[in-house]
């Protein structure tokens, strides 16, 4: 549906025409507009009209009818009318109908409901052809006001299928086709081939009633049914098809004219190469011309197509009159015959021709006379008695002797074989047909032969310089199927013109069956009367050699042959100019929709719309064709784009039936998707049944334009029949996930991606991204997530903004995947909303992918760490595998080349399998393929380290993991200094900065505490004022900054050993501040209780902290393991490490990043792994 831009309405009544039946050039102002309630203001020209009794109608009223409820003053020059209200002096902008108030906010996106139907009632869709173009082309001609379309169905379409079924076939090739198929497999090829067009038409029916069709006919069906991918793969398919359907009507013009209208124009003599070089020469020059006519003027082919059609069915009847003629009267084409083999045209079949009689006395032997019949090959005795007649060799003779003497050594088959004629139209009641009823298939070289005459057995095969009539071509049930399918195309026709229609979701089936109907009866009624009227020879004689170089459908045709030759002539020329026509606009019609970038400029044309850049690449393809120079080369072709076309147009049908589309509401009823699947079948089994290395050329180059607008095309959203399959297929699958938990054999990595932007919605660590790619090789499910803080209200817009910030670098990065993005108020709820929402059924994430938050001992904020461990604690607690990437930076891009290296993996506990599978997918990319694998373990005082290596490698080999197994043995050792005072630094730094933390909150209270804040206490509204300005500005500002944060920074107020307020609500807040009573006592007093480290005793205090003997031993084990792991895996790429669990009280989550960070120190790259708590791997098949 084609939105309408409303424009500007004058509101002075002198900027308005006369509104009385007496203003006749209302429909001439484009600058008068009607004004609606609903702020939408329509153009006149779409509302107004001219009457029959040259009064004025609005919106369809009656010709002597004004507008309900409305006025015109012309004294005063005001309007009073229920569109234009002026009584209260506002202004019209701001004027909305007074029954929808409540709907007057969203008017500008809900218009009202009579406007939208005034929009629908006025929508005109320009058709792919025609009408528009020519009035473009009446240079100074004034331009019309548009009409309603008025063609019906006769002339909308049953005429036009006609033109464009009725083709070239019908009158060269035919006869032909029953002539060597036979009369009941000619029946079938055609009965096939109309029961698919028909099938296709019943298809094309449902869909073209489905909606109104625009321009592209057939294409944009196809598209909107199937999608772009589909739609623009077909699309060229049907272009191709009717490019080449062009080239194929010329080279038919050309047949007929070298052949049969004017022989004398050949520039090449002699046959075969020599005509296919004319072929070439005329048909490019005819192809020019053609191209020039329609680069010229479309109008020019429209006003020549009524006579194009009128040549076509003269032809047709008068074919069907000479059929019933020929059983009274005879036809006098007689077809000379050697034996059984059929001889090319001769003015003479005989071998000998008389000249008189001559007297044999002393020309001869006294008793005998040496003489030469017309019956007999050699020498006869006759009585001296008789004369003798003397006779001349013919051409024949000579043809097949080398010579005009009698005596002449001569071909043995023409020496054993007579001449005879027969008819070659016997006539409809002759009972040829009984011969005509089997094929007769022939290989390339081989001369016509009838079957029914005698012949000497014993000859040798035929050679070229005799004249006989031989086959130009193999023949076989599958060729004549492609060459014969072309007749049948161009059912199309009346959905192309949809926009001339009065009533297009009526015409269409209509028109279109009706044509299909009448066009099946010509060719099986055809069938039946060529083999029943005409001699097998003549039907396998494709060129009429033996019928005196007459066009065979020609001598059947009443009362000439002529009407036939002239009548196929015109109609294949004008065929030809609809091809020309029709496939340019189909091509712009693909350019303009911007499916496939590269034909954009084929979009664009002259100023009048015609596609000038269209035509020419119609016409350099419709060339190629034409070089071909085979009509029976070029048929098939064509016959594959065609049957595609209808593949898919059968397959939308189906499919929108099956998947029962809210949108699939046809006006035509009478279908069915059985019907479409038989269609279907039948396009498919026809494409290899005609030519199978043609259908698999056609089938790749539509999945190569397929693939082509996948991946770079644009993006469209129609609707389409393939999105709905798959959201029935999502849905099945997804069904089917949920009936049970997936096995370990079927686990797979589904990722949920966290990522951090800043404050310019940029993501911090993009590397995250491309190693989720790594991980992922293209498979399984990918969501990637962010957290905007804020009111869901307030940050939708920022929220949207994400969402495609992440989508434009999952589309960098080559990720296939999902974007969720979650506003909520704290960064730490967001996370754990989307790690328990995300997914769908059984496609629910299994796996968390985050970033390692590097700044967090520099940073006074503790929420950016306690998110993180948050997090971790939330994927445990969901059962969830956690990878923690860290030094993202230094992991590799996508586009570094491959390296040689290590992948280490550190086993030192096991959490379901995660360190063994991940590194085998790592290594499917092309970055870590060349990489190798190493274990390492780690083996206590009590373990046999030995037993443990070759379990571990037996283990390896069942898992089918080819991997370096080490087994690292830790001796118990005491704590050392070093892992003493680290942890008393990591305990000093901890309690340092809570005392930090807690003398901020005591500065905070210190405002409230000063005595100029008391004594604003008891002054009235001015100070409070002030103040309760200044706390809503903070409150603003904070929000602020907390809509720019994103995952990481958390504004919570749990922070350790004491609160922090927020100033959530400015009101509340001063309420409570401002009554609370505060003595000096209790000022000192709360200032000594919350002192912190503000005192030098605090210091004191802090100093003399001994360590937590759990927290040296946590240490401990962390430097242990860190020298371990530096000496042994220093120089490897990857390091994967098993990453332990935060601590049950939340007291010691600050020491936690502090033993990771001592576990991993040294260490370039490090993925920290964390399993999930079921089993990933199996030894099992």
């Known amino acids: 549906m084609s939105s309408v831009r409303f424009t500007v309405t004058p509101t ?53 009818e004004t507008p309900d409820r409305s006025s015109i003053d012309q004294g005063d020059g005001k309007i009073s009318s229920v569109y234009i209200n002026n009584s209260h002096g506002m202004d019209d902008d701001e004027f909305f109908d007074r029954n929808l108030a409540l709907f007057e906010e969203e008017m500008d996106t809900r218009p009202k409901v009579s406007s939208l139907l005034n929009r629908l009632a006025n929508y005109t869709n320009l058709t792919q052809g025609a009408k528009e173009h020519e009035e473009a082309e009446s240079i100074g001609e004034k331009k019309k006001a548009s009409k309603s379309p008025q063609m019906g169905t006769f002339m909308g379409v049953y005429l036009p299928c006609l033109q464009n079924i009725f083709g070239v076939i019908l009158f060269l090739r035919l006869t032909w086709v029953v002539g060597t198929a036979g009369v009941l497999q000619a029946l079938c090829i055609v009965f096939t081939c109309c029961c698919c067009t028909l099938l296709t038409a019943i298809s094309m029916s449902a869909i073209a009633t489905n909606g109104v069709v625009p321009a592209g006919g057939s294409y944009f069906m196809i598209s909107r049914s199937l999608g772009p991918e589909f739609g623009g793969a077909v699309g060229i398919c049907f272009y191709l098809g009717t490019t080449f359907a062009g080239a194929m009507y010329i080279l038919g013009a050309i047949e007929i004219f070298l052949m049969y209208i004017v022989p004398q124009a050949e520039i090449f003599k002699g046959g075969g190469a020599a005509m296919l070089n004319n072929m070439r020469v005329y048909g490019s020059i005819c192809l020019l011309l053609m191209s020039l006519l329609v680069f010229v003027g479309v109008k020019y082919v429209n006003k020549l197509a009524s006579i194009f059609l009128a040549c076509v069915i003269v032809s047709i009847v008068s074919i069907y009159i000479g059929a019933f003629v020929s059983a009274f009267y005879e036809h006098k084409f007689d077809v000379c015959m050697l034996g059984n083999r059929t001889i090319s045209s001769h ?18 032997d006294s008793n005998f006379t040496l003489g030469y019949e017309n019956s007999t090959a050699g020498p006869v005795i006759v009585p001296t008695a008789v004369p003798v007649v003397e006779e001349k060799t013919t051409l024949l003779w000579e043809e097949f002797c080398h010579s005009t003497e009698l005596n002449a050594t001569c071909d043995e088959y023409f020496t054993s074989n007579n001449f005879t004629k027969i008819k070659g139209i016997p006539g409809l009641a002759s009972g040829i047909i009984s011969e005509n009823l089997w094929s007769s298939y022939i290989s390339k070289g081989e001369v016509l ?37 072309p007749s049948v195309t161009g059912i199309m026709a009346g959905s192309n013109r949809s926009g001339d229609l009065k009533d297009a979701q009526r015409s269409i089936p209509i028109g279109t069956i009706l044509a299909i109907l009448t066009t099946s009866f010509v060719y099986l009624s055809s069938v039946v009367l060529f083999g029943a009227c005409i001699d097998g020879v003549v039907l396998r004689d494709k060129f009429g050699e033996s019928v005196d170089g007459t066009l065979v459908v020609g001598t059947l045709a009443w009362p000439s042959p002529w009407v036939i030759v002239i009548g196929s002539f015109f109609s294949t020329c004008g065929a030809g100019l609809q091809s020309l026509t029709g496939a340019p606009r189909l091509l712009q019609a693909i350019a303009k929709d911007n499916i496939i970038p590269f034909l954009r400029v084929f979009g664009h044309g002259k100023a009048n719309g015609e596609p000038t850049w269209a035509l020419l690449l119609t016409a350099l393809i419709a060339e190629l064709g034409i070089l071909i120079a085979s009509l029976d080369l070029v048929a098939p072709i064509l016959t594959m784009f065609f049957l595609m076309c209808y593949l898919f147009v059968n397959l939308a049908c189906a499919l929108q039936t099956l998947l029962r589309t809210p949108n699939w509401r046809p006006r035509f009823s009478y279908y069915h998707w059985t019907l479409s699947f038989l269609g279907m079948i039948i396009c498919l089994a026809l494409m290899f049944i005609s030519s199978w290395y043609y259908a698999i050329v056609a089938m790749v180059i539509a999945g190569m334009i397929y693939k082509y607008i996948e991946y770079h095309g644009a993006e469209k959203e129609w609707g389409d029949g393939i999105r709905g399959l798959s959201l029935s297929a999502a849905r099945y699958a997804l069904l089917r996930l949920e009936e049970g938990p997936p096995h370990t054999k079927n686990w797979r990595p589904q990722l949920l991606v966290l990522l951090k932007l800043d404050e310019d919605a940029h993501v911090k660590s993009p590397r995250l991204l491309t190693f989720a790619s790594q991980l992922k090789a293209g498979k399984g499910l990918t969501i990637v997530g962010t957290v905007v803080p804020g009111h869901f209200l307030q940050t939708y817009g920022e929220a949207l903004a994400a969402e495609q910030t992440l989508k434009l670098l999952m589309e960098k990065e080559r990720v296939k995947g999902f974007v969720q993005c979650i506003v909520a108020q704290k960064p730490r709820e967001g996370i754990s909303h989307m790690i328990q929402s995300s997914g769908l059924g059984g496609m629910k994430p299994n796996t968390v992918v985050m970033g390692w938050p590097h700044t967090w001992r520099q940073s006074e904020d503790p929420q950016a760490w306690k998110t993180f461990i948050n997090t971790v604690r939330v994927t445990t607690a969901a059962h969830l595998a956690l990878l923690v990437p860290k030094n993202i930076s230094l992991f590799p891009s996508n586009s570094e080349p491959p390296t040689d290296g290590y992948i280490d993996v550190w086993w030192i506990v096991h959490d379901g399998g995660m360190l063994m599978l991940l590194p085998f997918l790592l290594r499917q990319h092309k970055v870590w393929r060349k990489c190798g694998m190493r274990i390492f373990t780690v083996a206590q005082m009590e373990d046999n380290s030995i037993q443990m290596k070759k379990d571990l490698a037996t283990f390896l080999y069942h898992l089918r993991i080819e991997a370096e197994v080490e087994v690292v043995e830790m001796h118990n ?78 504004d919570e107020d749990d922070t350790d050993g004491g609160e922090r307020e927020r100033p959530v609500s400015s009101s509340s807040e001063h309420h409570r501040r401002v009554q609370m009573t505060w003595t000096k006592e209790k000022t000192a007093q709360y200032r000594a209780a919350h002192s912190g480290c503000s005192t030098p005793e605090g210091f004191r205090d802090m100093l003399s902290i001994r360590p937590d003997h759990s927290n040296v031993r946590r240490m401990h ?21 098993n990453m332990p669990g935060p601590p049950k009280n939340t007291d010691g989550d600050e020491n936690y990043m502090e033993f990771l960070e001592v576990l991993t120190e040294g260490l370039e790259r490090v993925l920290l792994v964390r399993g999930g708590g079921s089993e990933v791997i199996t030894i099992y098949s």
């Not at 242990?1120 to 792991?1125: A, M, P, Y």
Request: charged share 25%.
């Open 12 to 64: 002075k009544a002198e900027d308005l025409p006369g509104l009385s039946d007496t203003s006749p050039d209302i429909s001439s102002r484009p600058s008068a507009h009607v004004r609606f309630g609903s702020r939408e203001s329509v153009n006149r020209s779409d509302l107004v009209s001219e009457g029959s009794a040259g009064g004025t109608t609005f919106g369809g009223m009656g010709g002597n």
């Open 347 to 364: 003015v003479e079949c005989s071998k000998t021709v008389p000249v008189g009689i001559k007297d044999t006395v002393g020309s001869f």
């Open 449 to 485: 032969q009838k079957s029914s005459l005698s012949s000497s057995h014993s000859s040798p095969p035929a050679s070229l310089p005799h004249p006989y009539v031989f086959a130009d071509i193999t023949t076989s049930f599958t060729l004549l199927v492609g060459i014969f399918f």
């Open 973 to 1050: 050792s005491d704590i050392s200094a070093y892992t003493y005072e680290r942890t008393l630094m990591m305990e000093q730094r901890s309690q340092m900065l809570r005392q930090m933390r807690l003398s901020k909150s005591d500065r905070e209270r210190e405002v409230y505490l000063s005595p100029r804040f008391r004594s604003t206490e008891g002054h009235t509204s001015n100070p409070i004022k002030e103040d309760r300005d200044r706390q809503a500005q903070l409150v603003k500002d904070r929000n602020s900054m907390l809509r720019l944060t994103s995952i990481g920074s958390d």
């Open 1117 to 1137: 084990t962390a430097v242990k393991l860190n020298e371990v792991i530096v000496n042994k895996s220093h120089d490897a790429r990857l390091v994967l490490l």
